[in-house]
């Protein structure tokens, strides 16, 4: 079993930023990939950003430029830095993490975009 905890949600301003963490703790294997998905009312469950254990990451178009996403594996803990935020940024964002055989999933974090 993995376990992700979430952290660095809120209520921010457009063109605010904010930080995303997740800790993974658990069955962690060596080889793994963690990532950020959201979840917005009515819609499906979208990719954001994902980076497997050796740094190649993958971003959704949306994310492309605005978002960073990094992670330290001594601490099993991955980040989304979130800049520039639009009101279409707005959701539940959830922690991910695979590994050769299993995927988890994190209770998730709102972020909302407002002014």
């Known amino acids: 079993q993995v376990q992700l905890v979430e952290s660095g949600g809120g209520l921010v301003q457009p063109g605010g930023s904010l930080r995303l963490s997740c800790a993974a703790s658990?069955?962690?294997?060596?080889?793994?990939?963690m990532g950020w998905y959201r979840q917005a009312p009515g819609k499906q469950r979208e990719l954001v950003a994902r980076?497997?254990?050796?740094?190649?990451?993958i971003y959704a178009d949306a994310a492309l430029g605005r978002f960073t996403i990094w992670r330290d594996n001594a601490k099993n803990t991955e980040y989304l830095q979130m800049n520039s935020l639009k009101p279409e940024d707005t959701a539940v964002y959830y922690c991910?993490?695979?590994?050769?055989?299993?995927?988890?999933w994190g209770q998730g974090t709102q972020v909302t975009v407002s002014s």
């Open positions: 980076i497997d254990h050796i740094g190649n990451r």
């Open positions: 991910w993490y695979r590994d050769t055989s299993v995927e988890y």
């Open positions: 658990g069955s962690i294997f060596s080889i793994n990939t």
